[in-house]
């Protein structure tokens, strides 16, 4: 389906995309966990949050170069990791990692990515950092083999996605009974030798996308995985830095640093996970607190608006991620699509730093943000269960 005009908003692209999806795989892209609360909390939190503007400053020149993992970008807006890009467009990942490219950042590629982890870095120029997302199975030779073939590649970080020891029950795929169509494959589970073979690769040399994604996380994620035997193991084998994926609270935040991880990504995969979980841009501000700028905090959810990104980075992000518009992207008109997602929010972004008086990154701080005075407040020892209290210890 051709369209004479590119949507002007993240939300178009969203209406878009969904007419041209084929609907079991809108329904997997699209769902969240039982009643879908902390998915729609993800979007709608973010609206709680007003700006404080500046007026009168020379904004004449506006940057959004940055540094992540000591190393320079030119925005704070990556991609963050989805499974299986190729449901929403033939060229997938490969199309994403382009997209990813031209915007001068960070792409996050999922274990369950239907196009080689070779393959999609191999798009790349080296203007992006492309961050390996993993998953730790009870078969550990089969994340180390992952872990490896990523460093090798050239990836600069691992994202090991903690908020997932089983599947959380998606009651639209549910109705679906979706099943990833049998003509793709994960490719990350493949021999690289074969998969990344010039000529191609035979169908029968391989289990199917459903066989495998059934093998692997469906049966076999490690639900004993635990602080204490999960980041030393992958510094074990591993020189690449480890970024935790999930981290929703201050305490899990002081355990990523005294277990020496990089950074975490405050998230709720989605609301794909646990319902009834913080929006992240609630959790963010224990999150950055408790960090102490020991390690680097990121965020992922429910961003739509490049005035969410400001947010996100006033309240003390170093980096955005987003996945949901780069698939919506992808679906209505591959890399182009993707690419045009990224832009929107990126120009979103620069727009919102021009009106509130802000030149670059490092101006974007809590001063330029009001908070709702009405967050969640979680009842503590001691406080017997009494808001007046809690409040005036806050």
Same mark, same amino acid.
């Given at each position: 389906m051709e369209f004479n005009n590119?949507?002007?908003?993240?939300?178009?692209?969203?209406?878009?995309?969904?007419?041209?999806?084929?609907?079991?795989?809108?329904?997997?892209?699209?769902?969240?966990?039982?009643?879908?609360?902390?998915?729609?909390?993800?979007?709608?939190?973010?609206?709680?949050?007003?700006?404080?503007?500046?007026?009168?400053?020379?904004?004449?020149?506006?940057?959004?170069?940055?540094?992540?993992?000591?190393?320079k970008v030119k925005t704070p807006l990556g991609v963050a990791p989805c499974a299986m890009h190729k449901?929403?467009?033939?060229?997938?990942?490969a199309a994403t990692s382009r997209a990813a490219n031209k915007n001068g950042s960070i792409m996050i590629l999922s274990t369950y990515s239907t196009t080689s982890l070779?393959? %999609? #870095?191999?798009?790349?120029? /080296?203007?992006? &950092?492309?961050?390996?997302? +993993?998953?730790?199975?009870?078969?550990r030779s089969v994340s180390e083999t992952l872990v490896r073939r990523a460093e090798k590649a050239g990836f600069k970080a691992l994202v090991l996605t903690v908020d997932a020891p089983v599947l959380g029950r998606r009651l639209v795929d549910a109705r679906n009974k979706f099943n990833p169509p049998p003509h793709l494959r994960l490719e990350n589970f493949m021999d690289p030798e074969v998969v990344n073979d010039p000529a191609g690769y035979s169908s029968n040399l391989t289990y199917s996308t459903s066989e495998t994604f059934g093998a692997t996380f469906g049966a076999n994620g490690d639900q004993t995985l635990s602080w204490a035997n999960s980041i030393s193991w992958l510094k074990?084998?591993?020189?690449?830095?480890?970024?935790?994926?999930?981290?929703?609270?201050?305490?899990?935040?002081?355990?990523?640093?005294?277990?020496?991880?990089?950074? %975490? #990504?405050?998230?709720?995969? /989605?609301?794909? &996970?646990?319902?009834?979980? +913080?929006?992240?841009?609630?959790?963010?501000?224990?999150?950055?607190?408790?960090?102490?700028?020991?390690?680097?905090?990121?965020?992922?959810?429910?961003?739509?608006?490049?005035?969410?990104?400001?947010?996100?980075?006033a309240l003390g992000a170093r980096a955005v991620f987003v996945a949901r518009p780069v698939l919506w992207?992808?679906?209505?008109?591959?890399?182009?699509?993707?690419?045009?997602?990224?832009?929107?929010?990126?120009?979103?972004?620069?727009?919102?730093?021009?009106?509130?008086?802000?030149?670059?990154?490092?101006?974007?701080?809590?001063?330029y943000v009001y908070r709702p005075v009405n967050r969640w407040i979680r009842y503590a020892p001691g406080m017997n269960g009494n808001p007046k209290k809690l409040l005036a210890k806050l």
């Open positions: 590119d949507p002007v908003c993240i939300k178009d692209l969203e209406k878009l995309a969904m007419r041209v999806m084929p609907g079991d795989a809108w329904g997997y892209y699209g769902s969240g966990a039982n009643g879908e609360q902390t998915k729609r909390d993800n979007e709608d939190s973010f609206s709680e949050y007003r700006l404080h503007p500046r007026m009168l400053r020379d904004v004449s020149q506006i940057t959004t170069e940055t540094t992540i993992l000591g190393q449901l929403a467009h033939p060229e997938g990942e070779e393959k %999609v #870095i191999a798009q790349g120029n /080296g203007d992006t &950092q492309y961050w390996m997302q +993993l998953y730790v199975y009870q078969n074990s084998i591993t020189t690449m830095p480890i970024i935790v994926k999930g981290i929703l609270t201050a305490e899990d935040t002081r355990l990523a640093i005294e277990h020496g991880c990089a950074g %975490v #990504i405050v998230s709720n995969h /989605g609301g794909r &996970q646990l319902d009834g979980a +913080l929006a992240t841009i609630d959790a963010l501000p224990q999150v950055v607190e408790a960090a102490e700028d020991k390690i680097e905090v990121y965020l992922d959810g429910g961003v739509r608006r490049g005035s969410d990104i400001f947010k996100a980075l992207g992808l679906a209505y008109k591959g890399e182009h699509g993707a690419y045009h997602a990224l832009d929107l929010l990126q120009k979103e972004l620069e727009l919102t730093m021009t009106l509130t008086g802000t030149t670059k990154v490092s101006e974007i701080d809590e001063s």
